[in-house]
Each structure stands twice: as C-alpha cells, then as structure tokens.
C-alpha cells in the first residue's frame, strides 16, 4: 500500500492509522515524545482549554522501530520536530498517499484515518474509556460515536453477541 511513497510520508499515515491522532497533534509530535521501548507516542491534546494536556498512546511495534530509524537516521534532536510541515502540506501529503495506495473520497484524509481508528478500536472490543483517552475526547459522548458502526463492522460486533 505505501510502497511508492517516501517512507516519512507513509510513518505519517501510519501515525494516524495506528493511533487516531490529530493533524496538529501529530505535527507537534517531538523526538523526545516517542518512547520506542514503550511503544508508546505521547501527544498534547490540542482540543483542551488547557494548554498542557499529554496522553500516551500505544503504537505497533513495527511503526516504533520505523520511527526509531528514521529518528537516528536523520539525527534529531530531542526537541526537534518529527515533521516540520505546515498543517496544510500534511493534509495533501495525506491525500497523496492515500490516492497511491487507491483510496479516495472524503474519508481519504487525516480525519479519515483518525475515524477508522475509533471504528476499529471499537469494533476490535477496546474497551470506550480506553478509546476516549487515546483519541483525546473530553466526553465519553464524543466516543460513543464509533459504536455507531455500520456496515461490516456493525456485523463484526453483532457476531460477537
């Protein structure tokens, strides 16, 4: 699927699938906050009021050592930025790599992936709370959301019953 793209544009699709970030969160994203021992990428939850909102979510393996690489490869510092990109070259990097891999429409966006995220954490029995903190949300209503899921994954629930 991210085979034709430059590998730091596919970690970056990759950051949203695996952890339902943010664009801005994910461009905020520094060195020091991906602990690839842990497997875990700590994002500032920009949609609080408060400025100094962190939380942990885990990553897959492969993607930290992806970022591990890539981190040392390039030489990054600890505060340095993983994507020094503006909101608006991230989202067409987004497109263009979803494009690549034959995805389009409206869901062919960070938003898109951040979305598939919840639908699969929910589908894949993650328990809300764990889901809501993971996405950022304040309220467990805006997670609820995800247990709206239609289609295939309204079916992968119902034969869980």
């Known amino acids: 699927m991210l085979e034709n793209c430059p590998p730091i544009n596919a ?7 695996f952890t339902g970030c943010r664009v801005s969160e994910a461009l905020e994203v520094i ?3 991906v602990d690839t021992e842990e497997q875990v990428i700590v994002f500032r939850t920009l949609k609080r009021r408060s400025a100094n909102v962190f939380r942990a979510v885990p990553m897959p393996p492969d993607l930290a ?3 591990e690489q890539h981190m040392h490869f390039v030489a990054l510092s600890p505060e340095a930025r993983l994507w020094a990109w503006s909101r608006g070259k991230a989202w ?3 497109k263009r790599v979803m494009k690549n891999a034959s995805i389009e429409g409206r869901h062919a966006s960070p938003k898109g992936l951040r979305h ?3 639908i699969t954490a929910v589908t894949e029995g993650i ?3 764990l889901v809501q ?4 949300h ?3 209503e805006s997670t609820a959301v995800y247990t709206n899921a239609i289609g295939r994954e309204e079916r992968a629930i119902a034969a869980r019953m």
């Open 11 to 17: 970690y970056f699709c990759l950051l949203f699938a």
């Open 133 to 136: 903190r993971w996405l950022g």
């Open 127 to 129: 328990p809300l709370n």
């Open 31 to 33: 060195a020091a906050r």
């Open 65 to 67: 050592n992806e970022l």
């Open 116 to 118: 598939a995220f919840g």
């Open 92 to 94: 067409l990097i987004v």
């Open 138 to 140: 304040s309220r467990i």
